[in-house]
């Protein structure tokens, strides 16, 4: 079925220790979104992607990058991970175009711990 | 960009009718409503979206008055699985770098037998 995926679904790192998230998704969506969500909060979006054309929310730490090499992947990098990056790192996707929001097809997630 | 505003949470029981009401006072002409459901460790799933009156799926109906300033998520005879998170969002197009795609703190949904 087509769907987004997020690997792995659990991430350990060490304090300061670089770390990439990855999303493939096979929806052929050319919008693909990184959103961070820590326990019992919303999600918070991160940034996106609308085909190439990369866009970073205003308060989105410069500790988080974001590649697309193609439309079916995406990844995160976390150049040097704190105590307060510990989250579930959502990916998600939609069509783009104006009109209606595009529904948002999001994976489960990479819960991400730093010791 | 239009806030929204949900209640914290709810209680049912299974097999009642469950209406979630959402606020969103400053909706702009072009936003859509969406709601989204989602359950623990797991992404947020796509239930509705609507731009006014009312739109009705297998799953869930939503209501939209007139003017537009707040919405209606109702879901029929709800069971023990429908206990999740449920999150109201107002916006248009894809979100765009006006990053208009944020997510309400949602309604934690409790279904009770």
């Known amino acids: 079925d087509a769907m987004v995926i997020q690997n792995p679904r659990y991430q350990v790192t060490q304090f300061g220790k670089p770390v990439t998230l990855s999303c493939s998704q096979t929806l052929n969506h050319n919008v693909m979104y990184w959103y961070q969500q820590k326990s019992s909060q919303a999600p918070k979006l991160l940034f996106h992607y609308y085909d190439k054309d990369f866009n970073n929310e205003a308060d989105t730490p410069d500790n988080f990058q974001s590649r697309r090499p193609n439309t079916s992947f995406c990844f995160l990098d976390i150049r040097s991970p704190g105590l307060g990056d510990a989250a579930m790192y959502l990916c998600?996707?939609?069509?783009?175009?104006?009109?209606?929001?595009?529904?948002?097809?999001f994976g489960d997630g990479t819960r991400l711990s730093i010791l | 960009l239009a806030k929204t505003t949900q209640p914290i949470s709810m209680d049912s029981y299974e097999g009642q009718e469950v209406n979630i009401t959402c606020s969103h006072n400053n909706i702009a002409t072009n936003d859509y409503i969406t709601w989204y459901q989602q359950f623990p460790s797991q992404g947020p799933r796509f239930i509705i979206q609507g731009y006014k009156t009312k739109v009705t799926n297998e799953v869930a109906s939503l209501f939209i008055p007139a003017d537009r300033k707040s919405s209606t998520l109702s879901l029929p005879r709800v069971s023990l699985s429908d206990t999740a998170v449920y999150y109201c969002l107002v916006g248009d197009n894809y979100g765009g770098s006006q990053g208009n795609l944020i997510f309400g703190k949602g309604t934690k949904l409790s279904v009770k037998p």
């Open positions: 998600a996707t939609s069509r783009g175009g104006t009109g209606p929001n595009q529904p948002q097809h």
